[in-house]
């Protein structure tokens, strides 16, 4: 029983007319954008930004810095664990493509880029917290994150991912605020310098559950680095147009959400701690509530643990406890 649960695969376009499904979480990156007065407009500028930014990498053969336009998928996956067609949303990320307006020819390019779970929610937003309510120290529950993990390697490893992607996944986020990163000698033409973190976190810890190993590298022009995870290797099993997809990608959102470091206006030094206090940095005309992401989380913590968690727990630990 260690492989037998059934992954659902979606896809919709993300563009300046997309609408957040109702299985959509809410808290994620693109869903945050097409919500409000201003949805349209923050869609069609996040856009924008993420198409300059990549014909500003992919500078050769592109003189007027319009050859290529980045093209987003919003993939969601959904999981039936019981084999009786009733299925939970487990995995939602991105999809690059590239459309060359020279050749008019399209590009795959990576999947994953974003990120978001609702188990990962349930993780960090119920059970950690729940784990530690009335302590004096901050533990980590025992086998915190194996379930999430598992589920996450059973979809790469999975006919339907086999099926519809052709790379394993590469998922972009921001540093954090509570590490140093030490910048090393080490250059890629494309991902930029690379950094090295002062010590693990509680995400890298996460994500290497889910089989992922993580390098830190700051592109070009860039404010700060990005933390890249991903399976074998990063620098070679990816052309330099499918990193520059993800760059492009990821960067826009992060300097949408995270402008304090990366739309600060001074430059990552040799050593560099990231600072979500920092007032020197500018703002995107995009609106964006960050204050509401964090509460939502929580409430979404709670949806997976009352509606997967809950209701399959001894089936879930089983399968946890067989999966190879």
Known sequence: MSNDFTFTIKSICFDESYR??????????????????????????????????????????????????????????????????????????????????????????????????????????????????????????????????????????????????????VICLSVSDNKTYQRTGNQHPVLGVEYEPSGTSLTEHYFQKMGLQVRYFMPANSAAPLAFYFVGDLLNDYSNLELISTISTMETFQKIYRPEIYNANAVAGKCYQPNLNNLDHSLTQIVYDREERSQLASEQGKFAEQHFIKPHQRLLEQWAANYA
């Not at 007027?64 to 664990?81: C, F, H």
């Not at 067609?85 to 590009?107: A, C, M, V």
């Not at 915190?144 to 999975?158: I, Y």
């Open 20 to 169: 957040p499904s109702s299985n959509t979480r809410i808290t994620t990156n693109f869903a945050n954008l097409a919500r409000g007065e201003r949805r349209q407009e923050n869609l069609r500028d996040a856009l924008r930004m993420i198409n300059n930014r990549f014909n500003a990498l992919a500078q050769w053969d592109n003189a007027k810095g319009d050859r290529y336009t980045v093209e987003l998928e919003i993939i969601s996956v959904d999981v039936d664990i019981e084999g009786k067609g009733q299925s939970f949303p487990t995995i939602e990320i991105l999809k690059t493509n590239i459309f060359d307006h020279h050749t008019e020819q399209r590009i795959e390019g990576i999947v994953g880029n974003n990120f978001s779970s609702y188990v990962r929610d349930y993780d960090f937003s119920v059970l950690l917290p729940n784990h530690n309510k009335g302590q004096n120290e901050f533990s980590i529950p025992e086998n915190f994150g194996d379930l999430h993990g598992k589920l996450f390697k059973s979809f790469v490893a999975s006919d339907s991912f086999k099926e519809n992607f052709s790379k394993s996944p």
